[in-house]
């Protein structure tokens, strides 16, 4: 199988009048509707607008894929598109694309699925396929692109086939009130602390945060109405502001990193089983991308 096999000219939209991600793909889901692929449009929107953005893969500067699964689909079918400006991934992201891909299918044909979601990560990881389709003017002009319609489907999916490579992270010296900024401001349960190198020293998570600050706002609660000056008295000594804890004295050292050649089935189980969200992935100790255990879920069951 190549993605010849899945990818019909009709489905290939240049240009596409999108202006975000989500109008982007609710544009090339309505193209299912029109091929016969998809018996309804708006269950397929409504499964994008569900999915976090940080689990769309960006592969390299110029594309993201989009995965659907959904009842509405008779059969895995593809649609790609291509935007006049540039794309923000979410709200306040530096990363941003023109390239939109959307693979959707039943929840009964996930392996084929996921095979075709690779297939692309692939072919669009060769920085000449996305230039080859950014300089196409139509349909028929991507379907002459043989590095990206013939492209053959792997039989195993890798770790490092779905993990998301960018990655946001803190310094041991960053605060937890800039910790916790970042983490709330994208939405992240966790995040990586890495050295100057970008080694994985660590993860700090919002509970790591939470069992800190805690504390110190109990005791704001039980002093009352008593002075400031006052309440300062029954503190401790040496009580330090959380907020200005440096990561490294909170983080947890004891990371489970991920290899991107690790096969999908291999790490799935110990993923669910493993109290994180959040798993960096790490080559010779250098983070290189970030698996959540919610996408996976999600690959691999369609919850």
């Known amino acids: ?27 090339l889901i309505a193209s299912f509707v029109e091929t016969g692929t998809a018996s309804e449009a708006s269950k397929l ?48 992201s530096e990363k941003s694309a023109r390239i939109v891909v959307v693979v959707a299918g039943p929840p009964k044909d996930t392996p084929t699925l996921l095979q075709y979601v690779t297939g692309f990560a692939h072919a669009l990881g060769n920085k000449a396929v996305p230039a080859a389709i950014l300089a196409a003017s139509s349909a028929a002009e991507v379907e002459e692109i043989s590095d990206l319609m013939d492209v053959e489907l792997p039989e195993v999916i890798l770790v490092g086939d779905v ?38 020293l660590g993860m700090v998570s919002g509970r790591d945060l939470l069992a800190l600050a805690l504390p110190r706002y109990l005791k ?21 502001d959380p907020e200005n804890v440096p990561v490294r004295d909170v983080m947890d050292r004891s990371v489970l990193c991920l290899s991107e050649d690790q096969s999908l089935g291999e790490v799935a189980a110990l993923m669910v089983a493993k109290d994180a969200d ?7 100790g250098i983070l290189v991308g970030i698996l959540t255990r919610g996408g996976v879920v999600r690959l691999l069951f369609g919850t």
């Open 1 to 27: 199988m190549n993605l010849r096999d899945l990818l019909s000219p009709e489905r290939i939209v240049i240009p596409l009048p999108a202006k975000t991600l989500h109008d982007a793909a609710e544009q």
């Open 45 to 92: 929107v409504g499964r994008v607008s569900e999915t976090p953005p940080d689990e769309a893969l960006a592969v390299g500067d110029d594309a993201f894929i989009l995965h659907v699964r959904s009842g509405e689909m008779e059969s895995v079918a593809a649609a790609i598109g291509v935007t006049a400006e540039p794309m923000a991934l979410e709200q306040e």
């Open 163 to 200: 993990m998301r490579r960018k990655a946001r992270s803190v310094t041991p010296e960053t605060t937890l009130r800039e910790a916790a900024s970042m983490m709330t401001r994208y939405h992240l349960g966790s995040i990586p602390v890495l050295s100057d190198e970008g080694e994985v």
């Open 220 to 240: 704001e609660i039980r002093s009352g109405g008593r002075s400031s000056a006052e309440a300062e008295l029954e503190e401790d000594d040496e009580a330090v």
């Open 278 to 284: 959040r798993f960096p992935v790490a080559r010779d």
